[in-house]
């Protein structure tokens, strides 16, 4: 029904940036919110980043200053701009969006994940 699709991840090191890029598609009437989650070996699946409809974001406190999130509405898609990176931002990022759908109502989707790896 409605599919999200991550881009950008890889290999970065110390101090360097990543643009991650996330897409849905398929039934989609409109997105409430589209977010970004990570999830670190042997560590719980926390929040990065949201973004709401009327342009509302939080962040998760540690990425404060060096992540930015944005949308594109018109394209549905959301953006985590990702600068200053430090090891322990190590982890799956995963995309997140509170979704109106065509035809079953309000749902939640998530993206298979893109891994970020930050190292020397």
């Known amino acids: 029904q409605v599919q999200l699709v991550e881009s950008g991840g890889g290999l970065v090191q110390p101090g360097g940036s990543l643009r991650l890029s996330c897409v849905a598609s398929?039934?989609?009437?409109?997105?409430?919110?589209m977010g970004w989650y990570r999830q670190a070996p042997g560590m719980q699946r926390e929040l990065v980043a949201t973004?709401?409809?009327?342009?509302?974001?939080n962040y998760e406190d540690s990425v404060k200053g060096r992540f930015t999130i944005s949308r594109d509405h018109a394209r549905n898609t959301v953006y985590l701009q990702m600068n200053s990176l430090k090891p322990e931002d190590t982890a799956v990022y995963s995309c997140?969006?509170?979704?109106?759908?065509?035809?079953?109502?309000?749902?939640?989707?998530w993206g298979q994940g893109t891994r970020v790896t930050v190292s020397s």
């Open positions: 398929g039934m989609i009437f409109s997105i409430v919110t």
């Open positions: 997140y969006a509170d979704v109106n759908t065509l035809n079953r109502g309000r749902q939640d989707y």
């Open positions: 973004a709401s409809s009327s342009g509302t974001t």
